[in-house]
């Protein structure tokens, strides 16, 4: 029940304490990233660790809603290679947040809603996409956790067999 727990109080953060996250912790959030499952078993992304603060503010150029970007001490950009699935990507995100929070890190997700300007300051290879990148950081200090009252009622958001 205490991952199931955890998994329930997961929130996105969006103000990150001003110092750089520690290489241990990077590197145990990169773990669960690497360990996430896929498709086929294809593993086929990269994350690009951005700590420069131009290239960040070149990356949250990149999206529409993207100020935990340039708020966080770094910013995972999580890069769907050519052969791989959006969904896996998907599941990346999820494995960070996760460990992320599990470890003391806050995170953001953010979309790339401008996918080509992204793939110019990624430089990425023809065919792979950044579409998801994942502020993340420590909390900062005056962080509060968001109160948005909650969740739909189960009834609205499961059917069976049918909508």
Same mark, same amino acid.
């Given at each position: 029940m205490q991952t199931y727990d955890h998994i329930?109080?997961?929130?996105a953060v969006r103000t990150f304490a001003l110092d750089p996250i520690a290489d241990d912790d990077l590197r145990l959030v990169l773990e669960a +990233?690497?360990?996430t499952g896929s498709a086929k078993n294809l593993q086929a992304w990269t994350v690009i660790v951005v700590t420069d603060p131009d290239q960040k503010d070149r990356l949250a150029?990149?999206?529409?809603?993207?100020?935990?970007?340039?708020?966080a001490p770094a910013a995972l950009a999580l890069v769907q290679e050519p052969e791989g699935y959006e969904f896996d990507t998907g599941r990346i995100a999820q494995n960070?947040?996760?460990a992320a929070d599990a470890i003391?890190? +806050?995170t953001c997700p953010i979309t790339m809603h401008h996918e080509e300007r992204a793939h110019e300051v990624l430089d990425l290879p023809v065919g792979a996409r950044c579409r998801?990148?994942?502020?993340?950081g420590y909390p900062a200090p005056s962080h509060e956790p968001a109160r948005f009252g909650g969740r739909k009622p189960f009834e609205d958001l499961v059917r069976r067999d049918r909508y």
């Open positions: 329930l109080k997961l929130r +990233a690497r360990w150029e990149c999206g529409d809603f993207t100020g935990p970007i340039r708020g960070v947040m996760l003391g890190l +806050a998801y990148a994942i502020a993340i």
